[in-house]
Structure formats: C-alpha cells, structure tokens
C-alpha cells in the first residue's frame, strides 16, 4: 500500500542518504541549486542501467544546470558494483528505505526471486527539487518500463529553470 504522493508546489522536507565514496547526499533542503533526484530499482534491473548509462553520458549537460542524484535501496556492495562495470560520474547513492520509498510516493515491490534481489525496492521515479527545497516535478513508474525521456526532460528543466516556470498539476 502507497502513503500520499508528495506535493509539488510543496517542500519536499529534507531526505538524506548515504553515498558511495563515503558521506551523505541531503536533498529537500534548502540549498543553492536545483536537484534532480532519479531513483531507479538496482542493480538486477538491466532497463536501469541502460536509463542510468544515457545519464552518465549527459552528466555535463545535466550539471550546467542542476545537481543529479541517483539512489537505489542496494546495499553499497552493489551499488559499488555497478559503479565499478559502469564508470558512472553522478553521485550515487544506497540504502534506500521503505520508508523514504514511501515518503517520495513510489511504487515498492518485492523480489520475483532471490535471483532478482534479497529486498524490497522502489520502482523508478523522477523529481526535480527547486533550491528553496519545493517539489517542482514528479515522475513515478510501476514498473521498470516507463521513464522519462532524458532528453526531452533535460530540455524541458532547462525552460522551467531559466523562465522560473511554477510547478504545474497543483490540484
């Protein structure tokens, strides 16, 4: 069962997770840029590491204009992992917990098998954070299959960023 789905328009309240290389990644908070946070299932999930390779190859991109986060519920080891065969640049986080799962209205799910993985994670999900901490944009996904377009969405920040667009979908 899903709590709320968070507001935009609304702050979101600070979420900290921990980061490969050691530390901690807050977003929510107040801060000086926006955020882009992508949550995707880990490392079982083959459609998440095509998605998350396109992102890497954008990063630069990304970074003229806002922060990339990226997070998953995989214990380090396998977010390591994955970061080793992939030679990612964003910051990558672990640990995801149902309960900030929860807070950021996504879809959990339990494994299929063992083979797929040994705990519940979160289904993809997208969200743009304005610097004041307010939820701008939410994207969130059932299943691994639908994503948004990494292209189409870079383009679409950049308008909502330089034209101080207001979050849409309020009511």
Same mark, same amino acid.
């Given at each position: 069962?899903?709590?709320a789905?968070?507001? =935009? *328009?609304?702050?979101?309240?600070?979420?900290?997770?921990?980061?490969?290389?050691?530390?901690?990644?807050?977003? $929510?908070?107040?801060?000086? #840029? %926006?955020?882009?946070?992508?949550v995707? #299932? *880990?490392?079982?999930? @083959?459609?998440?590491?095509r998605?998350?390779?396109?992102?890497?190859?954008?990063?630069?991109?990304?970074?003229?204009?806002?922060?990339? =986060?990226?997070?998953?519920?995989?214990?380090?080891?396998?977010?390591?992992?994955?970061?080793?065969?992939?030679? %990612?640049?964003f910051?990558?986080?672990?640990?995801? /917990?149902?309960?900030?799962?929860?807070?950021?209205?996504?879809?959990? /799910?339990? !494994?299929?098998?063992?083979?797929?993985?040994? #705990?519940?994670?979160?289904?993809?999900?997208?969200?743009?954070?304005? !610097?004041? $901490?307010?939820?701008?944009?939410?994207?969130?996904?059932?299943? !691994?299959?639908?994503? @948004?377009?990494?292209?189409?969405?870079?383009? $679409?920040?950049?308008?909502?960023?330089?034209?101080?667009? @207001?979050?849409?979908?309020?009511?």
């Amino acid at each position: 069962m899903n709590t709320a789905r968070p507001a =935009v *328009g609304a702050p979101l309240g600070p979420l900290t997770f921990a980061k490969l290389g050691g530390g901690e990644i807050t977003v $929510g908070a107040p801060g000086a #840029r %926006w955020t882009m946070l992508v949550v995707y #299932r *880990g490392k079982h999930c @083959p459609r998440c590491k095509r998605y998350l390779n396109k992102l890497s190859g954008m990063l630069d991109n990304w970074n003229e204009h806002m922060d990339v =986060v990226v997070v998953s519920a995989d214990p380090a080891e396998k977010a390591q992992a994955d970061m080793d065969e992939f030679g %990612w640049t964003f910051d990558l986080c672990y640990d995801l /917990s149902e309960a900030q799962m929860r807070a950021l209205g996504l879809y959990v /799910s339990d !494994p299929l098998s063992e083979a797929e993985t040994d #705990r519940r994670f979160a289904e993809p999900g997208t969200f743009a954070i304005r !610097p004041s $901490g307010e939820l701008m944009l939410v994207d969130i996904s059932n299943g !691994p299959a639908s994503r @948004p377009d990494l292209d189409e969405l870079l383009d $679409g920040m950049i308008f909502n960023i330089t034209k101080d667009r @207001p979050a849409r979908g309020l009511a």
